[in-house]
Nanobody
């Protein structure tokens, strides 16, 4: 069973930066995608950035140019560096992952099978 543990959220002023971390364990396949979703009150959950185990990346238009996703293999940790934060970035951020037995260039857009508990990011104006 894949387990995901998030850290790094908190309160920051508009224009500031935060780095979120997600430590993953339990992958049974070498090929996977891991990323961040967010959900603001009254809004649908949004996929904002993902990275695959072969380092393909995806960014939503809403964060492109401001957020950077990266990962380390040892330990298996994924990071989201968030710069130039805006009040509209306020949300609960969820780490999520999916693994696959075969390669697919579409894995960054797969439905996720595993989810962290979520971490709150608040950006004040």
């Amino acid at each position: 069973q894949v387990q995901l543990v998030e850290s790094g959220g908190g309160l920051v002023h508009s224009g500031g930066s935060l780095r979120l971390s997600c430590t993953a364990s339990g992958f049974t396949s070498d090929y996977y995608a891991i990323g961040w979703f967010r959900q603001a009150p009254g809004q649908e959950r949004e996929r904002i950035s993902c990275i695959s185990s072969d380092d393909m990346t995806y960014y939503a238009d809403s964060v492109k140019g401001r957020f950077t996703i990266s990962r380390d293999n040892n330990p298996n940790t994924m990071y989201l560096q968030m710069n130039s934060l805006r009040p509209e970035d306020t949300a609960v951020y969820y780490c999520a992952a999916v693994q696959s037995a075969v390669y697919s260039s579409f894995i960054l857009h797969y439905a996720m099978d595993y989810w962290g508990k979520g971490i709150l990011v608040t950006v004040s104006s």
